[in-house]
């Protein structure tokens, strides 16, 4: 199974903050990367598919980048909606997986 | 409009078998994968597999072969996933997706409310 290594596991961040979040493959998985994000008590919500597309919706201040089998979601100024958990998930294998999480709380 | 409508909240002892329902409507059920991702309380999600509704094929987790079973039954766009010997880690809330497919990507654009399963003697 291809393992997905998410990092940080969490971090506090200030409204304006730039904020990046790291996700490293196992393996190749070329560019097959979605990026969630899930607030308390509710499903995840797509950001990023493909590890680069922005979905239909999602607002401008996030990106996504591909260097290798490493992967960057970047938020480029957080707002007080942003604060929740987020999750990268490889869709290559068929035997899909999901990063470890980052939670991304008030400083 | 696409939901997806899941049974509700149940309470198992350890050993015993769970099933939920999860209920499509506003699209071509067997026009789209459907996933099982769940997450124990406090953790990340966890993928468990999918099922075709159109062929039936399945594929699961290497985790859960052998414990979990999905089925679908298309007269009622309704997709079921079954697990059996439980234990205390087990107890989570269940959840299942829609797979849609863009150019050569995939990913889960509608979800169900969740079905939280409680495993305790």
């Known amino acids: 199974d291809i393992q997905m290594t998410q990092s940080p596991s969490s971090l506090s961040a200030s409204v304006g903050d730039r904020v990046t979040i790291t996700c490293r493959a196992s393996?190749?998985?070329?560019?097959?990367l979605n990026w969630y994000q899930q607030k308390p008590g509710k499903a995840p919500n797509l950001l990023i598919y493909?590890?680069?597309n922005l979905q239909s919706g999602v607002p401008s201040r996030f990106s996504g980048s591909r260097s290798g089998t490493d992967f960057t979601l970047t938020i480029s100024s957080l707002q007080p909606e942003d604060f929740a958990t987020y999750y990268c998930?490889?869709?290559?294998?068929?035997?899909?997986?999901f990063g470890g999480g980052t939670k991304v709380e008030i400083e | 409009q696409v939901q997806l409508v899941q049974s509700g909240a149940e309470v198992k002892k350890p050993g015993a078998s769970m099933k939920v329902s999860c209920e499509a409507s506003g699209y071509n059920f067997t026009g789209f994968y459907i996933h099982w991702v769940r997450q124990a309380p406090g953790e990340g999600l966890e993928w468990m597999g999918w099922i075709n509704p159109n062929s039936g094929v399945t594929n699961y987790a290497q985790k859960f072969q052998g414990r979990v079973t999905m089925t679908r039954d298309t007269s009622i766009s309704t997709a079921y996933m079954e697990l059996s010997g439980l234990r205390s880690d087990d107890t989570a809330v269940y959840s299942c997706?829609?797979?849609?497919?863009?150019?050569?990507?995939?990913?889960?654009?509608?979800w169900g409310q969740g079905t939280l399963v409680t495993v305790s003697s």
């Open positions: 393996q190749t998985i070329n560019s097959l």
């Open positions: 493909g590890a680069s």
């Open positions: 998930q490889q869709i290559y294998s068929p035997s899909l997986s």
């Open positions: 997706a829609r797979d849609v497919q863009v150019l050569y990507y995939h990913f889960f654009d509608f």
